[in-house]
């Protein structure tokens, strides 16, 4: 079986433009989760998505976006980038078939994929 | 949201040697992952512990969740220069997403 597949691996960019990174899922899970990795704050969760819903956000500002398609692979878009928003993009895949409740398990292993290194200059 | 800590910071052992690192929880945990990570690269799943007091092993790693679900141990036996890397702790959050310790870098000296 496939792993996670993100695209593309590295990306440079410069402040003020935009990016959109992929992210294609585990054949057959549905759950596509979005996380960010800086030296100083560590992994960061964004957005999860789930049958190409967003069912919750973290704490990031509305520059950052998602959506997931109906094959569950799903993408992630950053408008107006900032050089804070240089980081590692890691999005994972799980095959939680329903959704979670608040303060239960996630259901299942979350598979991630090797990450996009976005820098911005 | 639920903190977690991890303990060492970082480690460095020598070939052969066992280690723990720790990961411990401000609140209940209901999902404890572990998880390496190889500098810049993704994370490889290890383990997921849910009920209290689970132990599971994976070749010379072996993962324990106390009974009151708020600290994980992650021991390694015989470390290899293979084993070195960033080992991350998460807990689940929302339902169906992870919050994630600072990571803890292990390097493994021959």
């Known amino acids: 079986k496939a792993g996670v597949t993100q695209t593309p691996r590295y990306l440079i960019k410069t402040r003020g433009q935009q990016v959109t990174l992929s992210c294609s899922p585990i054949?057959?899970?549905?759950?596509v989760s979005w996380y960010q990795q800086t030296p100083g704050q560590g992994l960061q969760f964004l957005f999860e998505?789930?049958?190409?819903?967003?069912?919750n956000k973290g704490n990031f500002p509305g520059r950052f976006s998602g959506r997931q398609f109906s094959n569950s692979r799903s993408e992630m878009n950053v408008s107006t980038l900032e050089l804070g928003d240089s980081a590692l993009y890691l999005c994972?895949?799980?095959?939680?078939?329903?959704?979670?409740?608040?303060?239960?398990?996630?259901?299942?292993?979350?598979?991630f994929g090797p990450g996009t290194r976005l820098t911005v200059t | 949201s639920q903190e977690l800590e991890q303990s060492p910071q970082s480690l460095i052992v020598q070939e052969g040697k066992n280690l723990t690192i720790n990961c411990t929880s401000s609140?209940?945990?209901?999902?404890l992952y572990w998880y390496k990570q190889k500098y810049g690269e993704g994370l490889i799943f290890l383990m997921m512990?849910?009920?209290?007091?689970e132990e599971k092993s994976h070749e010379k790693i072996t993962a324990k969740l106390d009974e009151k679900k708020q600290q994980s141990s992650l021991h390694i036996t015989a470390s290899q220069p293979s084993h070195a890397g960033i080992y991350l702790c998460?807990?689940?959050?929302?339902?169906?997403?992870?919050?994630f310790g600072k990571g803890t870098s292990l390097l493994v000296t021959p």
């Open positions: 994972a895949s799980s095959s939680l078939t329903s959704g979670g409740t608040s303060g239960g398990p996630v259901g299942d292993e979350q598979y």
């Open positions: 609140k209940t945990l209901y999902g």
């Open positions: 512990l849910q009920k209290g007091g």
């Open positions: 054949s057959g899970h549905r759950s």
């Open positions: 998460g807990a689940d959050i929302y339902g169906y997403a992870l919050n």
């Open positions: 998505y789930f049958s190409e819903t967003q069912r």
